[in-house]
């Protein structure tokens, strides 16, 4: 696929040892719930704390920038993000996440100061709704200016069934690829 705009990507400055991890996950059947936790424990010795939250009716955009450091330093203290959703109904975000996605047009905000790493899981079987929930989430934040870090993780749950292990080899990569300071 990789039909994601290279338009909002950043490029990241590795981690300090002030830097948190927070991974929110969309997700029905939990199949994101294991890949972004196998992502978050392959990553969670370059991060100070590393979260994993599913996200439900009470996460709105509030989630990012509660936590967020000044702008121009995300990467290098305070909170980076992984941003992981799955993709129902027809091509929308799961349930869980419906809250989260509705609040950037609900309390629109600048997030300038947001960096994100995308995990998108959907079934290319289901033709042109493939992986549309995550890309939703990801038009939204390059919407209001967040800037998205590296690759993005694409599973097709119909080429692969075991999304931990791909999630691992693309965390892995993920990291690699920050800039040292
Ligand atoms: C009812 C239902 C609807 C789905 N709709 C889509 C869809 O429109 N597009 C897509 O790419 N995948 C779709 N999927 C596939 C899921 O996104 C995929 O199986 C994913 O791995 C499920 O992750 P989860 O268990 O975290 O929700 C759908 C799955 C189900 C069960």
Redesign the pocket.
Known sequence: MSNYSPAHTATATLPSATTTLHVLVG???????HAAQAAADTLASHFKDTTVTRLDSSHGIAVLASETAAPGAPQTSDTVYIVCS??????DV?ENAQAFLASFDLEPAYLGHVYYGLMA????T?GD?????PKLLDAKLADLGAKRIGTVFE?D?SEDDD?PAAARAWATDWIASWAKP
């Open positions: 997700t029905t059947g939990d199949n994101a719930l799955s993709t129902h109904g027809a091509g799961p899981m959907g079934d290319s289901y709704t493939y992986a549309g929930g599973h749950a999304a």
